[in-house]
Protein backbone atom coordinates (compact mmCIF):
# COMPACT_ATOMS: atom_id res chain seq x y z
CA UNK A 1 0.00 0.00 0.00
CA UNK A 2 1.30 3.38 -0.91
CA UNK A 3 -0.32 6.40 0.59
CA UNK A 4 0.03 9.35 -1.57
CA UNK A 5 -1.24 12.77 -0.95
CA UNK A 6 -0.22 16.66 -2.46
CA UNK A 7 2.72 18.64 -1.90
CA UNK A 8 0.94 22.49 -0.98
CA UNK A 9 2.52 25.45 -0.11
CA UNK A 10 2.59 25.61 4.00
CA UNK A 11 2.35 29.66 4.15
CA UNK A 12 2.76 29.15 7.92
CA UNK A 13 3.76 32.64 8.31
CA UNK A 14 2.54 32.35 11.81
CA UNK A 15 4.71 29.61 13.21
CA UNK A 16 7.02 31.87 15.25
CA UNK A 17 4.29 33.73 16.40
CA UNK A 18 3.91 33.40 19.89
CA UNK A 19 0.10 32.92 21.15
CA UNK A 20 -1.03 35.78 22.95
CA UNK A 21 -4.74 36.15 25.19
CA UNK A 22 -7.49 38.08 23.71
CA UNK A 23 -8.92 40.46 26.09
CA UNK A 24 -12.84 39.00 27.22
CA UNK A 25 -15.24 40.41 24.91
CA UNK A 26 -18.31 42.00 26.60
CA UNK A 27 -20.74 38.71 25.11
CA UNK A 28 -19.90 35.52 24.49
CA UNK A 29 -22.83 32.75 22.63
CA UNK A 30 -21.81 29.57 23.86
CA UNK A 31 -23.13 26.45 21.52
CA UNK A 32 -24.39 23.26 22.95
CA UNK A 33 -22.98 21.07 20.52
CA UNK A 34 -19.15 21.75 20.00
CA UNK A 35 -18.52 17.89 19.55
CA UNK A 36 -19.28 15.05 16.63
CA UNK A 37 -22.67 13.51 18.76
CA UNK A 38 -25.64 14.52 20.36
CA UNK A 39 -26.32 18.35 21.52
CA UNK A 40 -26.44 19.21 25.15
CA UNK A 41 -29.76 20.08 27.20
CA UNK A 42 -28.90 23.79 28.51
CA UNK A 43 -28.56 23.99 32.47
CA UNK A 44 -28.69 27.90 32.78
CA UNK A 45 -31.48 30.10 32.21
CA UNK A 46 -32.26 33.90 31.68
CA UNK A 47 -30.64 36.18 34.47
CA UNK A 48 -28.40 33.15 35.88
CA UNK A 49 -25.42 34.43 37.04
CA UNK A 50 -22.40 32.02 35.62
CA UNK A 51 -18.52 31.50 36.29
CA UNK A 52 -16.21 30.05 34.18
CA UNK A 53 -15.46 26.57 34.33
CA UNK A 54 -19.21 26.35 35.39
CA UNK A 55 -21.40 23.57 33.51
CA UNK A 56 -24.34 25.03 31.18
CA UNK A 57 -24.80 22.16 29.02
CA UNK A 58 -25.09 18.31 29.47
CA UNK A 59 -26.53 15.15 27.78
CA UNK A 60 -27.17 11.97 29.37
CA UNK A 61 -26.26 9.86 25.62
CA UNK A 62 -22.85 8.52 25.43
CA UNK A 63 -21.75 10.33 22.17
CA UNK A 64 -21.82 13.70 23.96
CA UNK A 65 -19.55 15.95 26.34
CA UNK A 66 -20.83 18.71 28.41
CA UNK A 67 -20.09 22.33 27.80
CA UNK A 68 -18.52 24.79 30.06
CA UNK A 69 -18.94 28.64 30.39
CA UNK A 70 -15.90 30.03 28.84
CA UNK A 71 -16.22 33.80 31.12
CA UNK A 72 -18.12 34.84 34.14
CA UNK A 73 -21.31 36.98 33.66
CA UNK A 74 -24.98 36.68 33.42
CA UNK A 75 -27.21 34.77 30.81
CA UNK A 76 -29.17 37.31 28.94
CA UNK A 77 -31.12 34.34 26.81
CA UNK A 78 -31.17 31.22 24.92
CA UNK A 79 -30.89 31.67 20.90
CA UNK A 80 -30.09 28.90 18.55
CA UNK A 81 -27.40 28.59 15.67
CA UNK A 82 -27.90 27.05 12.21
CA UNK A 83 -25.42 24.67 12.06
CA UNK A 84 -23.28 23.88 8.39
CA UNK A 85 -24.51 20.63 8.20
CA UNK A 86 -28.22 22.13 8.20
CA UNK A 87 -29.36 21.24 11.80
CA UNK A 88 -29.68 24.09 14.64
CA UNK A 89 -28.49 23.61 18.17
CA UNK A 90 -29.12 25.91 21.22
CA UNK A 91 -26.99 28.43 22.54
CA UNK A 92 -26.24 30.51 25.74
CA UNK A 93 -26.16 33.94 25.36
CA UNK A 94 -23.52 35.41 28.15
CA UNK A 95 -22.89 39.31 29.19
CA UNK A 96 -19.55 39.08 30.44
CA UNK A 97 -18.55 41.20 33.56
CA UNK A 98 -15.11 41.15 33.00
CA UNK A 99 -14.10 39.29 36.37
CA UNK A 100 -13.44 35.94 34.81
CA UNK A 101 -14.29 35.04 38.59
CA UNK A 102 -13.71 30.74 38.56
CA UNK A 103 -16.31 28.69 40.07
CA UNK A 104 -15.58 27.48 43.50
CA UNK A 105 -13.96 23.97 44.01
CA UNK A 106 -12.27 23.52 41.18
CA UNK A 107 -9.46 20.77 41.51
CA UNK A 108 -7.75 18.46 39.72
CA UNK A 109 -9.64 14.93 39.23
CA UNK A 110 -9.24 11.92 41.25
CA UNK A 111 -7.75 8.79 39.17
CA UNK A 112 -7.84 5.54 40.40
CA UNK A 113 -8.37 3.56 37.13
CA UNK A 114 -9.46 3.45 33.59
CA UNK A 115 -13.20 4.18 34.28
CA UNK A 116 -12.88 6.81 36.40
CA UNK A 117 -9.94 8.05 33.82
CA UNK A 118 -12.47 7.74 30.73
CA UNK A 119 -15.43 9.64 33.26
CA UNK A 120 -12.62 12.81 34.08
CA UNK A 121 -12.28 13.02 30.83
CA UNK A 122 -15.55 13.09 29.65
CA UNK A 123 -16.90 15.73 32.47
CA UNK A 124 -13.74 18.12 31.18
CA UNK A 125 -15.57 18.65 28.11
CA UNK A 126 -12.59 17.31 25.78
CA UNK A 127 -13.36 16.68 22.72
CA UNK A 128 -10.62 16.08 19.12
CA UNK A 129 -9.26 19.67 19.16
CA UNK A 130 -7.71 18.75 15.53
CA UNK A 131 -11.19 19.47 13.75
CA UNK A 132 -13.22 16.27 13.95
CA UNK A 133 -14.35 16.47 17.72
CA UNK A 134 -14.76 12.95 18.29
CA UNK A 135 -15.58 12.90 22.23
CA UNK A 136 -12.31 11.42 23.42
CA UNK A 137 -14.10 9.67 26.18
CA UNK A 138 -15.14 7.35 23.59
CA UNK A 139 -12.06 7.32 21.98
CA UNK A 140 -10.25 6.26 25.28
CA UNK A 141 -13.25 4.07 26.39
CA UNK A 142 -12.72 1.30 23.63
CA UNK A 143 -14.34 -2.43 24.38
CA UNK A 144 -10.87 -3.97 25.36
CA UNK A 145 -12.36 -7.44 24.60
CA UNK A 146 -12.56 -6.63 20.97
CA UNK A 147 -9.47 -4.31 20.76
CA UNK A 148 -6.63 -4.93 21.60
CA UNK A 149 -4.56 -1.24 21.78
CA UNK A 150 -1.09 -0.93 22.00
CA UNK A 151 0.22 1.98 20.56
CA UNK A 152 -0.68 5.68 21.34
CA UNK A 153 -0.24 7.90 17.86
CA UNK A 154 -0.17 11.81 18.57
CA UNK A 155 -1.10 13.15 15.96
CA UNK A 156 0.98 16.91 15.37
CA UNK A 157 1.46 16.51 12.11
CA UNK A 158 -0.52 19.66 11.33
CA UNK A 159 -0.56 19.38 7.26
CA UNK A 160 -2.88 21.88 6.64
CA UNK A 161 -1.38 25.58 5.42
CA UNK A 162 -1.87 28.23 7.39
CA UNK A 163 -2.50 26.22 10.62
CA UNK A 164 0.19 26.55 13.40
CA UNK A 165 -1.42 26.05 16.72
CA UNK A 166 -0.58 22.29 17.43
CA UNK A 167 2.90 23.97 16.51
CA UNK A 168 2.81 26.14 18.76
CA UNK A 169 1.23 24.18 21.09
CA UNK A 170 4.28 21.76 21.31
CA UNK A 171 6.73 25.28 21.31
CA UNK A 172 4.48 26.51 24.75
CA UNK A 173 2.92 23.33 26.25
CA UNK A 174 5.53 20.57 25.91
CA UNK A 175 5.61 19.54 29.61
CA UNK A 176 1.61 19.36 29.55
CA UNK A 177 1.73 17.18 26.33
CA UNK A 178 3.97 14.70 28.12
CA UNK A 179 1.92 14.64 31.05
CA UNK A 180 -1.18 13.81 29.48
CA UNK A 181 0.77 11.34 27.27
CA UNK A 182 1.74 9.86 30.55
CA UNK A 183 -1.78 9.72 32.21
CA UNK A 184 -3.25 7.95 28.90
CA UNK A 185 -0.48 5.39 28.88
CA UNK A 186 -1.02 4.32 32.72
CA UNK A 187 -4.79 4.44 32.41
CA UNK A 188 -5.09 2.72 29.42
CA UNK A 189 -2.47 0.23 29.75
CA UNK A 190 -0.34 1.88 26.19
CA UNK A 191 3.46 0.62 25.78
CA UNK A 192 4.09 2.23 22.53
CA UNK A 193 3.94 5.82 21.66
CA UNK A 194 4.88 7.86 18.79
CA UNK A 195 4.11 11.74 17.67
CA UNK A 196 4.05 12.63 14.68
CA UNK A 197 5.61 15.88 13.32
CA UNK A 198 6.03 17.04 9.80
CA UNK A 199 9.40 18.03 9.23
CA UNK A 200 8.46 21.61 8.51
CA UNK A 201 8.58 22.12 12.34
CA UNK A 202 12.40 21.39 13.02
CA UNK A 203 12.34 23.79 16.05
CA UNK A 204 9.17 21.39 17.84
CA UNK A 205 11.36 18.26 16.46
CA UNK A 206 14.29 18.81 18.51
CA UNK A 207 12.26 20.05 21.57
CA UNK A 208 9.75 17.05 21.99
CA UNK A 209 12.81 14.97 21.58
CA UNK A 210 14.55 16.69 24.17
CA UNK A 211 12.11 16.27 26.35
CA UNK A 212 10.85 12.58 25.65
CA UNK A 213 14.43 11.94 26.59
CA UNK A 214 14.02 13.57 29.89
CA UNK A 215 11.12 12.25 31.15
CA UNK A 216 9.98 9.36 28.93
CA UNK A 217 12.02 7.63 26.73
CA UNK A 218 9.61 5.10 25.12
CA UNK A 219 8.23 8.15 23.70
CA UNK A 220 9.11 7.81 19.69
CA UNK A 221 9.39 11.20 18.10
CA UNK A 222 8.54 10.20 14.39
CA UNK A 223 9.77 13.34 11.93
CA UNK A 224 7.08 13.13 9.00
CA UNK A 225 7.29 13.83 5.22
CA UNK A 226 5.42 17.71 4.51
CA UNK A 227 2.97 16.56 2.31
CA UNK A 228 -0.88 16.80 2.90
CA UNK A 229 -2.97 15.03 4.07
CA UNK A 230 -0.51 13.93 6.58
CA UNK A 231 -2.25 14.23 9.18
CA UNK A 232 -5.30 12.31 8.54
CA UNK A 233 -6.51 9.30 10.88
CA UNK A 234 -5.64 6.40 8.43
CA UNK A 235 -2.18 8.47 6.93
CA UNK A 236 -0.85 8.86 9.54
CA UNK A 237 -1.28 5.77 11.27
CA UNK A 238 0.31 3.66 8.53
CA UNK A 239 2.99 6.13 7.87
CA UNK A 240 3.89 5.78 11.53
CA UNK A 241 3.28 2.16 12.02
CA UNK A 242 2.72 1.00 8.66
CA UNK A 243 -0.92 -0.92 10.19
CA UNK A 244 -3.53 -0.37 7.58
CA UNK A 245 -7.12 0.66 8.61
CA UNK A 246 -9.32 -0.99 6.63
CA UNK A 247 -13.18 0.23 4.70
CA UNK A 248 -15.47 0.29 7.81
CA UNK A 249 -12.50 -0.22 10.10
CA UNK A 250 -11.31 2.48 12.97
CA UNK A 251 -7.97 2.98 14.11
CA UNK A 252 -8.28 0.60 17.56
CA UNK A 253 -9.01 -2.34 14.94
CA UNK A 254 -5.29 -2.10 14.11
CA UNK A 255 -4.46 -2.00 17.98
CA UNK A 256 -4.01 2.04 17.85
CA UNK A 257 -5.72 5.51 19.30
CA UNK A 258 -5.01 8.54 17.65
CA UNK A 259 -4.45 11.74 19.44
CA UNK A 260 -4.55 15.39 18.69
CA UNK A 261 -1.41 16.80 19.80
CA UNK A 262 -3.66 19.74 21.16
CA UNK A 263 -5.89 17.84 22.89
CA UNK A 264 -3.08 15.46 25.23
CA UNK A 265 -1.96 18.92 26.38
CA UNK A 266 -5.45 19.87 27.52
CA UNK A 267 -5.66 16.71 29.18
CA UNK A 268 -2.55 17.38 31.07
CA UNK A 269 -3.37 20.62 31.77
CA UNK A 270 -7.12 19.28 32.94
CA UNK A 271 -5.60 16.52 35.12
CA UNK A 272 -3.30 19.00 36.84
CA UNK A 273 -5.82 21.93 37.67
CA UNK A 274 -9.15 20.48 36.99
CA UNK A 275 -10.25 23.21 34.55
CA UNK A 276 -12.36 22.00 31.69
CA UNK A 277 -12.18 23.01 28.28
CA UNK A 278 -13.53 26.94 27.61
CA UNK A 279 -10.51 27.86 25.93
CA UNK A 280 -9.04 27.56 22.07
CA UNK A 281 -5.76 28.25 20.30
CA UNK A 282 -6.49 29.83 16.95
CA UNK A 283 -4.31 31.10 13.85
CA UNK A 284 -5.41 34.14 12.84
CA UNK A 285 -4.11 34.13 8.85
CA UNK A 286 -4.96 35.40 5.65
CA UNK A 287 -3.95 38.12 3.17
CA UNK A 288 -7.27 39.99 4.08
CA UNK A 289 -5.46 39.92 7.68
CA UNK A 290 -3.25 42.91 8.70
CA UNK A 291 -1.11 41.20 11.72
CA UNK A 292 -1.62 37.44 11.56
CA UNK A 293 -1.13 35.42 15.04
CA UNK A 294 -1.71 33.03 17.33
CA UNK A 295 -4.49 33.86 20.12
CA UNK A 296 -6.01 32.17 22.85
CA UNK A 297 -9.66 32.70 22.82
CA UNK A 298 -12.58 32.05 25.24
CA UNK A 299 -15.03 29.39 23.50
CA UNK A 300 -18.17 31.11 22.11
CA UNK A 301 -16.12 34.38 20.98
CA UNK A 302 -17.50 35.67 17.74
CA UNK A 303 -15.32 35.17 14.74
CA UNK A 304 -15.77 39.01 14.20
CA UNK A 305 -14.13 39.61 17.50
CA UNK A 306 -11.37 37.41 16.70
CA UNK A 307 -10.31 39.07 13.13
CA UNK A 308 -10.71 42.16 14.69
CA UNK A 309 -8.15 42.01 17.36
CA UNK A 310 -5.61 40.80 14.37
CA UNK A 311 -6.66 44.21 12.11
CA UNK A 312 -8.77 42.07 9.32
CA UNK A 313 -9.09 44.32 6.74
CA UNK A 314 -12.94 43.70 6.59
CA UNK A 315 -13.73 45.84 3.57
CA UNK A 316 -11.50 44.28 0.97
CA UNK A 317 -11.97 40.65 2.32
CA UNK A 318 -14.03 38.22 0.24
CA UNK A 319 -13.88 35.12 2.15
CA UNK A 320 -13.47 34.48 5.52
CA UNK A 321 -13.03 30.21 6.46
CA UNK A 322 -13.53 28.66 9.80
CA UNK A 323 -10.23 26.47 9.78
CA UNK A 324 -7.90 25.64 7.02
CA UNK A 325 -8.22 26.11 3.49
CA UNK A 326 -8.33 22.47 2.26
CA UNK A 327 -10.75 21.01 4.63
CA UNK A 328 -12.20 24.50 6.05
CA UNK A 329 -15.91 25.67 5.89
CA UNK A 330 -17.17 29.29 4.36
CA UNK A 331 -18.28 31.35 7.11
CA UNK A 332 -21.31 33.04 6.30
CA UNK A 333 -22.22 34.95 9.35
CA UNK A 334 -19.05 36.63 11.58
CA UNK A 335 -20.88 36.17 14.09
CA UNK A 336 -20.79 32.87 14.63
CA UNK A 337 -19.05 31.47 17.17
CA UNK A 338 -15.78 29.69 18.20
CA UNK A 339 -16.34 26.15 19.33
CA UNK A 340 -13.57 23.58 20.36
CA UNK A 341 -13.19 22.40 16.62
CA UNK A 342 -12.55 25.38 15.26
CA UNK A 343 -8.30 25.38 14.84
CA UNK A 344 -8.21 28.45 12.82
CA UNK A 345 -9.90 31.72 11.10
CA UNK A 346 -8.27 32.78 7.55
CA UNK A 347 -9.51 36.04 6.26
CA UNK A 348 -9.27 36.39 2.36
CA UNK A 349 -8.97 39.04 -0.38
CA UNK A 350 -10.34 38.63 -3.87
CA UNK A 351 -7.79 38.20 -6.14
CA UNK A 352 -8.92 40.53 -9.01
CA UNK A 353 -6.07 39.21 -11.26
CA UNK A 354 -7.11 35.30 -10.87
CA UNK A 355 -9.87 34.58 -13.47
CA UNK A 356 -12.51 32.72 -11.70
CA UNK A 357 -12.41 28.91 -12.23
CA UNK A 358 -14.48 28.01 -15.30
CA UNK A 359 -15.60 23.67 -15.13
CA UNK A 360 -15.06 21.91 -18.10
CA UNK A 361 -15.03 18.01 -19.69
CA UNK A 362 -12.53 15.42 -17.56
CA UNK A 363 -9.73 15.28 -19.54
CA UNK A 364 -8.99 11.47 -17.90
CA UNK A 365 -5.29 12.86 -17.30
CA UNK A 366 -5.43 10.86 -13.93
CA UNK A 367 -3.85 13.41 -11.49
CA UNK A 368 -6.62 13.10 -9.08
CA UNK A 369 -6.43 9.26 -8.71
CA UNK A 370 -2.77 9.74 -8.25
CA UNK A 371 -3.34 12.45 -5.69
CA UNK A 372 -5.38 10.35 -3.82
CA UNK A 373 -4.09 9.58 -0.28
CA UNK A 374 -6.26 6.19 -0.21
CA UNK A 375 -5.79 5.16 -4.09
CA UNK A 376 -9.63 6.11 -5.08
CA UNK A 377 -10.25 6.92 -8.57
CA UNK A 378 -13.02 10.21 -7.96
CA UNK A 379 -13.77 10.49 -11.96
CA UNK A 380 -15.60 7.75 -11.84
CA UNK A 381 -17.61 7.74 -8.24
CA UNK A 382 -18.26 11.46 -10.00
CA UNK A 383 -19.94 9.70 -12.54
CA UNK A 384 -21.78 6.98 -10.05
CA UNK A 385 -23.03 9.91 -8.03
CA UNK A 386 -24.32 11.36 -11.29
CA UNK A 387 -26.13 8.17 -11.87
CA UNK A 388 -27.12 7.39 -8.43
CA UNK A 389 -25.42 4.22 -8.60
CA UNK A 390 -25.43 3.04 -5.57
CA UNK A 391 -23.62 -0.23 -6.53
CA UNK A 392 -20.49 1.41 -8.15
CA UNK A 393 -20.34 3.72 -5.36
CA UNK A 394 -20.01 1.23 -2.87
CA UNK A 395 -17.57 -1.11 -5.02
CA UNK A 396 -14.97 2.02 -5.88
CA UNK A 397 -15.36 2.75 -1.70
CA UNK A 398 -16.52 6.22 -1.78
CA UNK A 399 -16.91 5.92 1.98
CA UNK A 400 -12.77 5.29 2.14
CA UNK A 401 -12.57 9.54 1.09
CA UNK A 402 -11.46 11.31 4.28
CA UNK A 403 -12.41 15.05 2.16
CA UNK A 404 -9.08 15.94 2.21
CA UNK A 405 -10.21 17.75 -0.89
CA UNK A 406 -6.74 16.40 -2.98
CA UNK A 407 -8.52 15.57 -5.99
CA UNK A 408 -10.64 18.71 -6.54
CA UNK A 409 -7.44 21.06 -5.82
CA UNK A 410 -5.42 18.84 -8.84
CA UNK A 411 -7.95 18.98 -11.27
CA UNK A 412 -7.29 20.87 -14.42
CA UNK A 413 -10.62 20.97 -15.20
CA UNK A 414 -11.86 22.14 -11.76
CA UNK A 415 -14.46 19.85 -11.46
CA UNK A 416 -16.03 19.26 -7.88
CA UNK A 417 -14.46 15.98 -7.42
CA UNK A 418 -14.24 16.05 -3.56
CA UNK A 419 -17.47 17.66 -3.11
CA UNK A 420 -19.36 15.01 -4.86
CA UNK A 421 -17.63 12.03 -2.83
CA UNK A 422 -19.31 13.64 0.42
CA UNK A 423 -22.78 13.60 -1.63
CA UNK A 424 -22.18 10.48 -2.44
CA UNK A 425 -21.48 9.02 1.14
CA UNK A 426 -24.70 11.07 2.28
CA UNK A 427 -26.52 9.33 -0.84
CA UNK A 428 -25.68 6.06 0.67
CA UNK A 429 -26.39 6.82 4.41
CA UNK A 430 -30.02 7.34 3.26
Do not use: W
Amino acid sequence: MRLKGIILDHKKGTASSASVPIPVPERVSIPMLQSAGAACDVLVQKGDKVLVGQKIGDSDKYMSVPVHSSVSGTVTGISELLLVSGKVCKCVDIKTDGEQTVIDGLKPPVVTDRDSFCRAVRESGCCGLGGAGFPTHVKFGFDEKKFSVDTLVVNAAECEPYLTGDHREMLENADRIFEGIAHIKKNLDIKNVYIGIEKNKPDAIELMKRKAAQSDSSVKVVPLKAKYPQGAEKVIVYNITGRVVKEGKIPADVGVIVINVSTCGFIGEYMATGMPLVKKRMTVSGNAVKTPCNVIVPLGISFKEVLKFADCDFDNMSKAIAGGPMMGIDLFDLSDPVCKTHSAVLALKKDDKQPKPVQTNCIRCGRCIEACPVGLMPTVLEKAFDKKDRETLKKMKVSLCMNCGSCTYVCPAKRNLAEKNQLAKALLRT
